[in-house]
């Protein structure tokens, strides 16, 4: 199936009760509990599940190419999520140009709860080798980085990293569709779906996507239900009508971008353009390598 059906079709489903092709937004918090005490329709309490949450839940794990995923009311909320599953005394790896809310949160918060991290140029494979350490548990990859768009070659840091028995999360937030970070070596994929996937500056949200199952992705799962950092039913609603149109977006974006980073490199009053695209940028072998075109920030 292309991705561009995938996109149309992964988490919807013609609704049994009315034939409805478009779902409805269930807004109950509580669902029924039948005499014997049980849920038989697999729903209790909307910080626990909700239908629309499931849906957006599995058309992007479906659109990634993941075993799983758990939907955040913001992307910030996800990440958290990931750091929360470790434990006092592990040790992050972290890119050094990744989203500046993603640093603050290693150094302003989970430093000062025990875990450990270093903050490296992933793009520097010599530098990945030197900064792990016994006790790295993740490293926490983004490409193409926010805001200096860095590539960081996916599949040998995840080769070098899974050897020292740590796992890959990649930031994929800048590179939906583009980008297939679990065919080459993550273990987990983060979107802030504020921004591509919803598309319409409209809805706030998160999501981390699994390649499989685990107990550290379990971990994950419990904290989404146990702090309640869950996107609305109409949230989920808006990010997964999003997803339907993302691939074209995706190749307008990218076309668009090309456009004007090859007008501004060659402006006079412009020192320096950042976009992957330009044969003049340090990555763009790598880019060219493990994306299908490049990207809509510059």
Known sequence: MKIETLAVHAGHAVDPATGAVAAPIYLSTTFERDVEGTYPRGFMYTRNDNPNRQALEQGISALE????????????????????????GDHVLAHVDAYYGTSR??????????LQADFIDMSDL????RALRPK????????????????VDLAAVAELVHDAGAVCVCDNTWAPV?????????????????KYFGGHCDVLGGIVVAKEGSDFFQRICSIQYEGGAVPSPFDCWLIL?????????????????????NFLVQHRKVARVHYP???????????????????GML
């Open 65 to 88: 190419g993941g075993a799983g995923a758990a939907a955040f009311a913001s992307g910030t909320g996800a990440t958290m999520s990931i750091f929360q599953a470790l434990a006092p």
């Open 105 to 114: 949160l290693l150094r302003e918060i989970f430093l000062r709860w025990g």
């Open 126 to 129: 010599g530098a990945v080798k």
């Open 136 to 151: 790295t548990k993740l490293a926490w990859m983004e490409t193409p980085s926010n805001p200096l768009l860095k590539i």
């Open 178 to 194: 583009l980008q297939r970070p679990f065919d080459l070596g993550a273990n987990f994929i983060l979107h802030s779906t504020t």
């Open 241 to 261: 009508r999003g997803m339907r149109t993302l691939p074209w977006r995706m190749r307008a974006h990218s076309e668009n971008a090309m456009k004007v980073a």
């Open 277 to 295: 695209g330009l044969q003049s940028h340090p990555g763009h072998e790598i880019a060219a390598r493990q994306m299908s075109l490049f990207g």
